[in-house]
Nanobody, 125 residues
Framework: QGQLVESGGGEVQPGGSLRLTCAPSGISFSLGVMAWYRQAPGKQRELVAVISSGGTTNLGDSVRGRFTISRDNAKNTVWLQMNSLKPEDTAVYYC???????????????????WGQGTQVTVSS
């Protein structure tokens, strides 16, 4: 069973930028929809950004205009570029992916077959 591995988290000051990377380990087939979720302490996990294999994207209202999601299908790799970071962006960020393609990006967490272990992002002065 393959897995996803996130990297690029860390601590940054408000207004700063970080770029998260999610790469597969032990997955030899093309992944379908890929996404980034986050979970802040005491809060439910929420969808941050999602991208189809064709490049269609959807971002959460709280990050639209500041974050960008992109992917390389040949490498099954997805990135999350985070700019103008705010303290409320502090959370553990998780990468997720589906085995198959879907016609819509309106997916539940249960649709995602692979998850990473998460990477901490802390925005603090």
């Amino acid at each position: 069973q393959g897995q996803l591995v996130e990297s690029g988290g860390g601590e940054v000051q408000p207004g700063g930028s970080l770029r998260l990377t999610c790469a597969p380990s032990g997955i030899s087939f093309s992944l379908g929809v890929m996404a980034w979720y986050r979970q802040a302490p005491g809060k439910q996990r929420e969808l941050v950004a999602v991208i189809s294999s064709g490049g269609t994207t959807n971002l959460g209202d709280s990050v639209r205009g500041r974050f960008t999601i992109s992917r390389d299908n040949a490498k099954n790799t997805v990135w999350l570029q985070m700019n103008s970071l705010k303290p409320e962006d502090t959370a553990v960020y998780y990468c997720a992916a589906t085995r198959r393609r879907y016609p819509s990006l309106r997916l539940r967490e249960s649709h995602f077959d692979f998850w990473g272990q998460g990477t901490q992002v802390t925005v603090s002065s």
